[in-house]
């Protein structure tokens, strides 16, 4: 049609395809592994701290009807659904809370969408775990390497930019699960370019729930289509009327493809040590500082006062009338900092964001520009009621690239979410067998596990 | 957060789910209860044209095991599947060769993603034809009018509009099917903004049909969470950071609203006579009538100029390699209303594609811009081999507003259909059943007979 006739190399799909389908096993480091193992970990908490939400039992009552046989385990529950539905339910369990992992030049959860088809397809057909973790690095990595491509103004447009490259990434993950080739993951991938969907607009409702979740199981809906002879358009993803661009401006290609194998994304994740607003971060690390240092409580407070930059001012400087609120509010953050020297799930739930000690508390903070802070970074003064101003500043929060959560916070962080969730089952065994992923011959156990109804097969 | 408080009529989705949940049935007129017959005629015939077709095939196999109870009917198939599985399976087969009906102003497939989950869940329910009707227009009201908001810069910019805007057009008519009140009506019209997609670049592939077949399933999908309570943004259509802004540009909200119940788009749809471009439609209707007037066959033409505006010289003007390229092509087109006296699924197909002996017809035709002729006009000269110079010109093709087609027309096209899917049930009693949907106490006797297996319950 007058254009020049492209090779194979020049389509986005084909090369990615190629990665995915023969990336070799043996070639992904220790530290890769070891990473998608904290990625997972740090996954399968957040989805079990909140198996027992509305939303997640409304997302299992809406698709028992509409479900096969349930070879797949939901997190935390007692269904089993099958794997597309079960991808649907963990995917939005998992980031019910935008307390799983960030991605940080994206702002891609991209754990969510990518872990829960692939563990569902390896539950049904007995896969292992080595398996899995491999499936996952990929997908994960085609995943953050598209967003790349089109961020920022992909998300700042209205895409969420979770659901939209998530099903790319579940769409490699479940294709190099399922044993594509080159070719077949390709037109998974252009297939998914028809699936991807999903707008910020909907973040504060259960309509993100369904972005989320859609993204998970259509990732492997893609896959097995593709399996079955389904093919896509060559450059659905980056054709003149293809995907990147109908969803933002000119994508920038080169950051999908360059350096493919040797630089890895997926080394860049990050894990929140509390569930709210990442730039809040480093003002809870501060005042929790500053709690410990000089052995404050809420009645020595007299007044705080939070310096950061623009960002973390338009955030977070905010009147809190609920939960989601608080999720995002300086003043709140700071208020259970104090208050309760934590900021887990449960001082940032309804009962905590009403009592009137902790709105009394949040009345007495104040929040400040200070242009010579970087971003990400929080300085806190507390003025107490004796008289003494006391002042911690910290550059770079828990979580951070910078300042990474340890395997012993993420584990008990872990713990915390199982707690929370009212999971009966044995936390300990169950980190373990996560950090032993790779030995694992089949995930059933694990899966078993995971359900927490006590149930359980040999490791 | 700083912007004036809206009311509820300030909002797009409050607006529509207030009509699509209250719009009395007996408002809705004769003329339009007919037209929506006409266009689940049509739906239905070009379902059956394809039912054996590979790629409807492939999308059962690939659902069948994610399929709960098989409650609803493929149409033309043994095969029974869950409403959302089936909803899927028939939309992709309705729209697969887009010889279903067209919106011209939008390009919309009207009928394609709105009718398939309404019939499976009358189907499953024991429901109406009355209530099927009724839930149609208001269905397919919303998703035209949706469409018109966006257009033409969505569809310009890549978006498969029929895919992205009959998600919102199938959640409608599920919304009115299942009694939802118009609040809960808003929300699930806000969840189809979280599931809107599908792009014009995969057009050419299987992968559109995943577009077109999760409109209908996710339509389904988002009305039976709104239905037990998930909520959306208030704007997740027009909002900000909403759908229309992220696919477009800015819409023209009025063209949603305004006239909604008094002016219905419904009434504009149109139905092709031949399974080609539609602008190719009067190119195919002067070749017939040269044939019919004059007894010409295939072996009288020494050449052919077939003459019109830009746009045909655009789309058709085009070497022909196979059966996709065929379907836009004056030649291909020109060249089997000469030499069959029909242009049916038949002469489309692809043993006639390759058929060297119209192969050698096509080479003698030639296209030529002629900037008298309007957009959609057509003429055709013939110089045959006896030396004589025919002429004729056709201002508005069969089967567009100007020169619709009649209900004769449109049930032998249903039967045309029936016969080329190999259905072997009675089309004459189908037909009928059709015209008489409002009388039908229960969708369960035509949706058997639909199935073509023989089985039939009573009328």
């Known amino acids: 049609m007058g254009t020049q006739a492209q090779g194979r190399a020049d389509y986005v799909g084909a090369v990615l395809g190629d990665f995915v389908a023969r990336f070799p096993r043996e070639d992904a480091s220790a530290t890769l592994r070891h990473e998608a193992k904290r990625s997972l970990l740090n996954f399968f908490g957040c989805a079990l701290g909140v198996a027992r939400d509305p939303a997640v039992e409304t997302a299992i009552r809406v698709l028992q009807p509409f479900s096969g046989p349930g070879e797949a385990t939901v997190i935390g529950r007692p269904e089993r659904l099958d794997a597309m539905a079960a991808s649907f339910v963990n995917a939005v369990a998992a980031n019910f809370l935008d307390y799983d ?7 891609i959860h991209p754990t969510a969408p990518v872990a829960p088809p692939i563990l569902a397809l390896a539950e ?33 447009r209205g895409w969420h930019i979770t659901a939209t490259c998530g099903v790319f990434g579940a769409a490699a993950a479940c294709a190099r699960l399922l044993g594509l080739s080159g070719e077949q993951t390709w037109n998974a991938l252009g297939i998914a370019a028809s699936q991807a969907a999903g707008v910020v607009e909907n973040l504060p409702s259960a309509a993100k729930n369904v972005g989320v979740g859609n993204a998970a199981r259509n990732g492997l809906f893609a896959a097995l289509l593709a399996q079955q ?3 896509a358009a060559p450059a659905a993803i980056e054709g003149r009327l293809g995907w990147a661009r109908a969803a933002g401006d000119e994508p920038r290609l080169a950051a999908i493809t360059e350096g493919l194998g040797e630089r890895w994304e997926v080394l860049k994740n990050t894990y929140k040590p509390y569930p709210c607003g990442i730039v809040l971060h480093s003002v809870i690390d501060a005042c929790l500082d500053l709690r ?22 338009a955030r977070g400087d905010r009147v809190v009338e609920n939960e989601r609120d608080a999720r995002v509010s300086i003043h709140h953050s700071a208020a259970v900092a104090f208050a309760f020297g934590a900021a887990g799930v449960r001082e940032f739930s309804p009962p905590v964001v009403m009592d009137p000690k902790i709105a009394a508390l949040r009345r007495k903070v104040r929040a400040e520009v200070d242009e010579s802070l970087p971003v990400g970074a929080a300085s806190v003064t507390v003025e ?6 006391l002042r911690a500043v910290v550059m770079h929060a828990r979580g951070s690239r910078e300042r990474p959560l340890s395997d012993r916070e993420l ?21 373990e067998q996560v950090w032993r992923l790779d030995e694992a011959g089949s995930l059933r156990p694990l899966m078993s596990l995971m359900s927490g109804q006590g149930a359980a097969g040999a490791g």
């Open 124 to 156: 049904q057909r007995g896969l292992s775990g080595a398996e899995v973790l491999h499936a996952f690095l990929l997908g994960a990595e085609v995943e953050c390497r598209i967003g790349n491509s089109v961020s920022p103004g992909h998300y700042a």
């Open 101 to 107: 992992d960030t991605h940080l030049e994206t702002v």
């Open 384 to 389: 107490t009621v004796g008289g003494r101003t």
């Open 292 to 313: 410990a240092e000089h052995g404050l409580s809420a009645d020595d407070i007299a007044a705080v006062v939070v310096r950061g930059d623009r960002l973390l001012l």
């Open 411 to 431: 584990e008990a962080k872990f713990a915390d979410n199982a707690r929370l969730g009212g999971f009966n089952g044995d936390v300990e065994r169950l980190i």
């Open 229 to 231: 002879g389904y093919a």
